[in-house]
DNA sequence: TTGAAAGCGCTACCAA
DNA sequence: TTGGTAGCGCTTTCAA
C-alpha cells in the first residue's frame, strides 16, 4: 500500500501498470488504430482505479489543439424561469452532443475584457446573452480559436452568428393589443433594477413605434420591484390618467395591479393591465392577467447551430430571429 | 501587415518584438523579481496588442500547477430568486478574491462520474450544492488538486467542508406554526416535479418530526405546478377535512389557494394556509400569505471559508449550520 | 537586462 | 503490440 500523496499523472500509471505512457494514453482513450492485448489493458485499467487516476483536461486540450468546451458568461442578473428552463435544455441538448457547457461567472468585467477572460479558456464555442459583446470582442474570440461565436441578443454583430432576440416585437404586440382595445393612455413600466434594461429599453421601443402616428400617448413609469415603489406609483395614478398599462412582465404587473386595486382603481374597466412572459402567476390573479406570451428558441435548434458552425467555422454567419411574441388575453385588459 | 491565421502565441510576440518568450512573459505579467527596461516593455506591449494575443489558460495553469478555478455545478433544477441572488453574490466576493467561477453543466452524469469529470478541470475549490457527493467523489476530487470541497446540502461528507442547509427547519417552523394556531389536520404539499425531492423531502420530514408525539396528523398532498393538478386537489378538499396546509414554497401555496378559494373554501378561516422563501408575490395576494423565511449564507462568508480553506488546506473540515428559518406571520394563517 | 532551456501532463507519430 | 519521443504554450531558474 504504498501513498501518493500529490496527483497521479499517466506516468504514474504507466509505472505501476509496468508499460510505456504511450501504452496508458491508447488504452484509456480506446484508440482505435493501435490495438493492445488484453492483459495489458486490463493491467493498465487496474493500476489508473487503484491511483484513481483523473486525466489532466488542460494539458489535453493544449496537446490536442482544441476543446469541447462551449463557454456561456453567466448572466449578471438572476435569471427567470423562462430564461432558465431554456438554459438547461441547451446544456442538455450540447451535452448530447459531447460537448462540456460551462457558465464563466465574469462579475465585474467589461465588454474587450470579458471577451479576453473568456478567450483564455480557449473555449470552442462562445454563446453571449444580451448586448455586452462587440465586433471588437468578437475577433478576439476567433483570433483565439472559438469556431463558432453566436450572440443572442438585439442586434447582429459583424463576425457572430446571431439569435436575434428582439424584445421590440414584445412591447409592439402589448400596444398594439391595447390600443385595440380602445385604450389611447398608456403607461409603460419600467424597471428600476439595474440590468434589465437590455429588455426593458427594447420593450418600451417597441410599444413606441407601435403607437407611432397615432393618437395614443406613451408614458414612462419607472417602478423599483418593491410594494413601496408600486404604493407610490399607485397614488399618483388619478393625476397621470392613464388607462392601460403594459408592465414590463409578469411580476412587475402583479405588483402594479395589486397597488392600484388597494387605491380602488378597477380593472380592468379604469385601466387595462398586461404583462408579459405568461408565467403561472398571471392565471392566477383576479382578474386574470392579460400578457404576452414569449417563444424562445429551443436549446435543441441552438445547439444544432453551434454544432455546425463548430464543424463548419468557414460559413457565414447565420442570423435567426427567434422571438416569437403572442398576446394572451384574459381579464385585465 | 503581416496575416496570422492561427492564434498567436508569446513566440509570436516575442518575434515581433525581437525579445525572447521569456522577456515577454516577464512583461505581460509584471513580474517583479526581474526588471526589463521600459522600451523593452513598450516594444513587448505594442507587439502583443498588435497580434491580438492572449494568453492561454491551460498552458499557464498547467505550467504553474494550480489554477484559480472554483467550480460549481450548474443546479440541474432552475433556480429560484434566492439561490440566484445568493449564487450573484458569492460569485462577486470569489470574483474579488481573484477567484474565476465556473458552473459546470453537469447534465447527465452522476455522483463519482460528475466528481470525476469535475476533478479533470482540476479546479482549486469546487462547492457543491445538494447531495449529489459522496466521500469518494470528495476524495477523487481532492486527490486531483482541489484544495477546497465544500457542500451545501442537508448532511456533512467526510473530508469536505459543509454548509450545512438543512430544510428540515423549513417545515419544522411551519407545522410548530401551524400547530400553535390551533391546527390538527395538517396537509403537506409535495411538488410532483422531479429535481425538488432534496428539499421538498427534508422540509416533509421536519413537519412530521415537529409534530410527532402530538395529536395532529399529517398528510401528503403531491402536486404538479399546474392549474389542473391544483384544481383537482381543491376538489377533493372536502374528503379529506384538512384544517392546515404547509405548501412547500409560496409558489405552490398560491397555486393551490387559488384552487381552494376557487371551490369556496375560505383562508384562513377553513384552512390556514403557509408557504415559504418569503417571495414577494406573498406579500401581494389577498389574503396575504404567511410564509417561512429562509436566511441563506452569505456569499461572502461563503467565499470567506473558500478562500480560507484553499490557503489551509489541511485544516479540518468545518461545518457550519447556515439556514435560518422563521416564520413571518401574515393573512393567511 | 535578456536569453536559453527545462518541464508541467498529455497524445500521436515513428520505430522497434 | 509496445516504447521512445517531440511538442502543445507557458513560466522560471540559471547563465550570460
Redo the contacts with the bound molecule.
Keep these: 500500500m504504498v501513498q501518493i500523496p500529490?496527483?497521479p499523472?499517466?506516468?504514474d500509471v504507466?509505472r505501476l501498470a509496468?508499460?510505456?505512457?504511450?501504452?496508458?494514453?491508447?488504452v484509456?482513450?480506446n484508440?482505435g488504430?493501435?490495438?493492445?492485448?488484453e492483459?495489458?489493458?486490463r493491467r493498465v485499467r487496474d493500476a489508473a482505479r487503484e491511483l484513481g487516476?483523473?486525466?489532466?483536461a488542460a494539458?489535453?486540450s493544449?496537446?490536442?489543439?482544441h476543446s469541447r468546451m462551449v463557454l456561456m458568461p453567466a448572466p449578471a442578473v438572476p435569471a427567470g424561469p423562462l430564461y432558465s428552463a431554456f438554459l438547461n435544455e441547451l446544456q442538455w441538448a450540447l451535452g448530447r452532443l459531447d460537448y462540456t457547457v460551462v457558465q464563466y461567472g465574469s462579475v465585474g468585467l467589461e465588454g474587450d475584457e470579458a471577451a479576453r477572460a473568456w478567450a483564455e479558456l480557449r473555449p470552442v464555442a462562445v454563446l453571449v446573452p444580451g448586448t455586452g459583446l462587440g465586433p471588437r470582442g468578437v475577433a478576439v474570440l476567433k483570433r483565439s480559436g472559438a469556431r463558432a461565436v453566436v450572440t443572442l441578443g438585439p442586434v447582429r454583430v459583424e463576425g457572430a452568428h446571431a439569435l436575434l432576440m428582439d424584445h421590440d416585437a414584445v412591447g409592439h404586440c402589448a400596444a398594439t393589443h391595447l390600443y385595440a382595445r380602445g385604450r389611447r393612455r398608456i403607461g409603460v413600466v419600467v424597471p428600476a433594477e439595474a440590468g434589465l434594461e437590455a429588455y426593458s429599453r427594447p420593450r418600451l421601443a417597441g410599444v413606441r413605434q407601435a403607437l407611432s402616428g397615432t393618437d395614443a400617448t406613451v408614458t414612462e413609469l419607472p417602478l423599483a420591484h418593491t410594494e413601496e415603489a408600486a404604493a407610490e406609483v399607485a397614488a399618483r395614478w388619478p393625476e397621470s390618467a392613464l388607462d392601460a398599462v403594459f408592465a414590463y412582465n409578469d411580476e412587475y404587473a402583479m405588483l402594479l395591479m395589486r397597488a392600484l386595486m388597494d387605491e380602488g382603481v378597477r380593472i380592468p374597466e379604469d385601466v387595462a393591465v398586461i404583462g408579459a412572459d405568461d408565467l403561472m402567476l398571471g392565471r392566477l390573479l383576479r382578474p386574470r392577467l392579460s400578457t404576452v406570451h414569449i417563444e424562445l428558441p429551443s436549446g435543441r435548434d441552438l445547439a444544432g447551430l453551434v454544432d455546425r458552425a463548430v464543424r463548419d467555422p468557414g460559413g457565414a454567419p447565420e442570423a435567426h430571429t427567434v422571438l416569437g411574441a403572442s398576446v394572451v388575453r384574459r381579464e385585465s385588459t
Design positions: 500529490n496527483t499523472t499517466s506516468a504507466a509496468g508499460v510505456s505512457r504511450a501504452t496508458v494514453s491508447y484509456l482513450n484508440t488504430a493501435v490495438r493492445i492485448s492483459p495489458t489493458r487516476y483523473v486525466p489532466h494539458a489535453r493544449l496537446r490536442a489543439g
